[in-house]
């Protein structure tokens, strides 16, 4: 069975300085897809970054990185330059590449960032 | 350019009472996906689709009903609501049979079971 297990509750971090938001996955196939979605305060899921288990390259978006270790099964997502509208929940998700397509997500943690 | 609507946006029902979410997407998805978010448990799975006339259970699908008789709608149904079900319900849809496609996301329905 599939899981993600993000066990950071909340983190802090200070304007400008970067930032490593943990996620670790459990899978049993072969190929599968990781997820990252920003929920702000207003409520909505924003998606920032996917990383796929063949992809030889760790996933970027601007200023959005992701660290993926395959062999741990973990996909950290790390900020860099962190900046007060990152304040949100992130959530990490993952999609096996079998039949039943499942995306599951984790319990997520709440980003702040202070000046 | 829609994208992903939930209808209604906020609800609040008596224990018993049923009722159902609707969730419409204008992107030709075939997959669509129904969550429950509480505080503290991230989004949890009800029941999605692969396709339509097609559903599937997902990680908490007790006491939900959902039906997918349009490709692009996604209905999910409380028979009997409880306090229980008190949450925020995300409709989800995305591409079929890729990993790396990513999901696109409604703006959420509150319901409150009172």
């Known amino acids: 069975a599939q899981k993600i297990t993000q066990t950071q509750p909340g983190m802090f971090v200070q304007e400008k300085e970067a930032v490593t938001l943990d996620c670790t996955y459990d899978?049993?196939?072969?190929?599968?897809?990781l997820f990252w979605y920003k929920q702000p305060s207003s409520g909505e899921m924003i998606f920032l970054i996917y990383?796929?288990?063949?992809?030889?390259q760790n996933a970027t978006e601007g200023r959005y990185s992701l660290n993926f270790q395959k062999a741990r099964k973990s996909a950290n997502l790390v900020i860099s330059a962190s900046q007060l509208g990152d304040s949100a929940m992130y959530f990490c998700?993952?999609?096996?590449?079998?039949?039943?397509?499942?995306?599951?997500f984790g319990t997520g943690t709440r980003l702040q960032v202070f000046p | 350019n829609a994208g992903v609507t939930q209808t209604p946006k906020f609800r609040v029902l008596k224990t018993g009472q049923s009722m159902t979410l609707l969730c419409a997407q204008d992107?030709?998805?075939?997959?669509m996906y129904w969550y429950r978010q509480d505080p503290g448990m991230g989004l949890r799975l009800i029941h999605y689709?692969?396709?339509?006339?097609?559903?599937a259970k997902g990680e908490v699908p007790d006491g939900y009903n959902v039906s997918r008789l349009k490709k692009q709608n996604f209905l999910l149904g409380l028979e009997s609501a409880a306090p229980s079900q008190t949450s925020v319900y995300f409709c989800?849809?995305?591409?079929?049979?890729?990993?790396?496609?990513?999901?696109?996301f409604g703006q959420g329905t509150r319901l409150t079971v009172v």
């Open positions: 989800a849809s995305s591409h079929a049979r890729s990993e790396n496609t990513e999901a696109f």
């Open positions: 689709s692969v396709g339509e006339g097609t559903t």
């Open positions: 899978t049993s196939d072969p190929s599968y897809g």
């Open positions: 990383q796929g288990s063949y992809d030889q």
């Open positions: 992107m030709n998805h075939e997959y």
């Open positions: 998700a993952m999609r096996g590449a079998d039949n039943t397509d499942k995306l599951i």
